[in-house]
């Protein structure tokens, strides 16, 4: 593997041959977790909102496309995680 492909990570959910967001592997812990975090709590927060909404039969394809687009950064989110889990895990194996 190259450096590129060492340090920069495609986000999952992108379904092509070149992806154009990618996660800094080597960025420092703390922008990883709060980038991390950003994204958990604004998903959080919405579904909270939607929680609490009294729905009716015909928001059943809007509650659908709106669990597509949280998604995104939920996965984002998750796949930050994983990169400070698996910088954790080699600190600790080195340490």
Do not use: K, W
Request: charged share 20%; glycine share 4%.
């Amino acid at each position: 593997m190259n450096n590129f492909t060492d340090q920069y990570m495609p986000i999952t959910g992108i379904d092509n041959n070149f992806p154009s967001l990618l996660i800094d592997t080597h960025a420092p812990l703390d922008v990883l977790h709060d980038t991390a975090a950003y994204r958990i709590r604004s998903v959080t927060r919405l579904l909270e909102t939607l929680s609490l909404c009294d729905s009716s039969p015909g928001d059943a394809l809007l509650l659908q496309d709106l669990a597509r687009v949280l998604v995104i950064p939920l996965r984002d989110g998750c796949d930050l995680m994983d990169v400070i889990g698996r910088r954790l895990q080699a600190q600790v194996l080195s340490a």
